[in-house]
Every structure is written in C-alpha cells, then in structure tokens.
Nanobody
C-alpha cells in the first residue's frame, strides 16, 4: 500500500517557524517530482512548493523567500521548512507528487498561525 504521511504541523505565532515532514512508504518516490500543497477552509487546494528529482525547486509567489522545500531521496522523505509564518499560511498541508495523484493524498498536517 502506497502512503504519504505528513507530520510536523501545529500552532505557531506569526513570525514563527515550523518544519513539516513527509514520509513515503509502499514505493519509492526518489525519481518523482514531489510537492507540498495546502488547503484552507473555503479555498481550493494550492501548490506551495515543488522539488524535482535533480533538486531544482519552485515556489508559489506567496511563500517565496519564506519556505524551503528539500528532500532526502535515499530515505524517501520530503521536508518543508517554513519561516516568517503569517496567519494566511494557516491550512492543512499535504505532500504528493507533482503533478499529483489522487490515490496518494494523505491526512495532511494542520498548520495554524495565530497569536
């Protein structure tokens, strides 16, 4: 069974930082482009950051300069370092391939930015 399991979310004050992790099991994703997505209540799911197998990255304009995506391909892990967090970053964060596959969506991890 293929699974992507996200962790590391929580409640943080504006300006704070969090590191999200995504662990893959059931198959290797080391040759796939991987991405972090997020969804807020009432909004569509959006791509936040993407990393290709060779290490190239790109980011949504809203997080550029604040978020950093990385991967440990040997262990099939993907990370999202989030800094200077804003209330608008509040969402459930998911990892998936890019483009995504519906069968890979996990439970996500909740990030809440609030004072």
């Amino acid at each position: 069974q293929v699974q992507l399991v996200e962790s590391g979310g929580g409640l943080v004050q504006p300006g704070g930082s969090l590191m999200l992790s995504c662990a893959a099991s059931g198959k290797t994703f080391r040759f796939a482009a991987m991405a972090w997505y997020r969804q807020s209540p009432g909004k569509q799911r959006e791509l936040v950051a993407r990393i290709f197998s060779g290490g190239d990255t790109n980011y949504a304009d809203s997080v550029k300069g604040r978020f950093t995506i990385s991967r440990d391909s040997a262990n099939d892990m993907v990370y999202l370092q989030m800094t200077s967090l804003k209330p608008d970053d509040t969402a459930v964060y998911y990892c998936n391939t890019s483009p995504y596959h519906n069968e890979y969506w996990g439970q996500g991890t909740q990030v809440t930015v609030s004072s």
